[in-house]
């Protein structure tokens, strides 16, 4: 284990920092251009970078290359084609319905974009960078521009979290109109629960993309934290006992483990984008006009 990287704070790593050479500059007493800040931008380049590649590749070509021309290339545009086709027809169509292709490009946007932030935080960004650093400045300061994982950051959850809950109530208005907005809020209730229900439905408005927020913060950091704990444990077994061999054989054993929880990660990377995406769907779906009962009851039972 390199010393220099060893942390006795498991979430040394997780912790948002100002972005190296920019320490002198500050907004309103904080710092004005962090390490999350810029991974945000990288997130963002790269999954435009990568959908605007795979959308020409997936797009119907010229008619002079005959049935070639409706044919993917590319393994990473067949994925995105895949996976795109299935969010549409099995995840979001089935909740919004003729609303589906209104909303859908936003929510394939909040999915990728997320999915791009988690995955580009389980790359070791931040310790390469201090590596380097400290190699090649010999300095003690730890070196980074950008890196770690921007959804662990409970103000980007927060952020990603408010643009949904204003598409949401917009689309209330819209489809609702006031009326049906507060109409809504009483849930159907007889009139002597409405001082219960009102301040209920009220509060949920804001308890539902909260919960999104805290949802991705929480499973963001603690993926990375348990990462953290499992390669402390050889540094703890060398304080402990100054023995190598006890030192390389607790090492090896937390690498393994923390190899294993990596896979899971990257599931788990996958899982909270779409969850994200999937009940942001379905707070829309409910703040939509159904025309008919059975809408509701499929809403009801793609929520569940």
């Known amino acids: 284990m390199i010393p220099f990287l060893a942390s006795n704070n498991p979430i040394h790593h997780i912790l948002d920092k100002q972005v190296s050479g ?16 810029a991974s945000l931008l990288l997130a963002g380049i790269v999954t435009f970078i ?9 797009a119907v070509g010229d008619q002079n290359e005959g049935t070639q021309r409706y044919l993917t290339t590319g393994r990473i545009p067949q994925l995105i084609e895949v996976i795109t086709l299935y969010m549409r027809d099995s995840v979001i169509k089935p909740v919004l319905g003729k609303d589906t292709n209104r909303f859908l490009p936003y929510l394939l946007s909040v999915f990728y974009f997320i999915l791009a932030c988690n995955l580009l935080g389980m790359i070791p960004f931040v310790d390469i960078q201090t590596v380097i ?13 950008f890196g770690g994982t921007a959804t662990s950051n409970i103000n980007v959850t927060i952020g990603l979290a408010l643009v949904s809950f204003l598409v949401i109530q917009l689309h209330a208005f819209k489809s609702l109109g006031i009326g049906g907005w507060a109409h809504h809020l009483t849930g159907g209730a007889p009139l002597y629960l409405l001082p219960i229900m009102l301040p209920i439905e009220f509060m949920g408005i804001f308890i539902k993309p909260a919960a999104l927020a805290i949802r991705l913060f929480a499973n963001m950091v603690g993926g990375h934290t348990m990462l953290a704990v499992l390669t402390m444990f050889g540094m703890m077994a060398f304080e402990a006992t100054s023995s190598w061999f006890l030192t390389g054989s607790v090492g090896l054993v937390s ?10 990660e990257l599931f788990v990377a996958f899982l909270q984008a779409f969850i994200f ?3 942001t769907t379905v707070f829309i779906g409910q703040m939509s006009s159904h025309d008919e009962e059975h809408d509701s009851h499929g809403l009801e039972a793609a929520a569940h």
């Not at 990568?50 to 997936?58: F, G, M, N, T, V």
């Open 255 to 264: 690498t393994i483990a923390a190899v294993i929880i990596s896979f899971l």
């Open 50 to 58: 990568i959908l605007r590649y795979s959308a020409r590749r997936i």
């Open 277 to 279: 995406m999937f009940l």
């Open 22 to 37: 920019t320490e002198t500059f500050t907004l309103f007493g904080r710092p004005g251009f962090t390490i999350h800040m």
């Open 133 to 145: 650093g400290k190699v090649t400045t010999q300095s003690e300061v730890d070196w980074a521009v």
